[in-house]
C-alpha cells in the first residue's frame, strides 16, 4: 500500500472515531481542526503520521470512555 493511501485511510479512520466520540461530523470536524493543548497541535495535522495518528487515536479513546490523557 502506498503511503499517501495509508494515510488516507487513517485520516478516514480518525475521523470516524471522531464522529463516533463526539456524535455529529460538525462536532467532529470543529474538534479535529482546533489546537489541542495534549496534543501540541491541531488532531487533523497530527494524524498525517503514523505516529501522531496513534495520539489522536489515543485522545479520542480517553474522551470516549474517560480515560486520563
Not at 9 to 15: R, S, T, V
Amino acid at each position: 500500500m502506498k503511503t499517501s493511501s495509508k494515510s488516507q485511510l487513517q485520516l478516514a479512520e480518525i475521523k470516524t472515531l471522531a464522529i463516533e466520540t463526539f456524535g455529529t461530523e460538525s462536532k467532529a470536524n470543529h474538534w479535529l481542526n482546533s489546537a489541542n493543548l495534549a496534543l501540541g497541535d491541531t488532531p487533523i495535522s497530527l494524524a498525517k503520521s503514523e505516529y501522531g495518528a496513534v495520539e489522536v487515536k489515543r485522545v479520542l479513546s480517553a474522551i470516549a470512555y474517560g480515560g486520563v490523557v
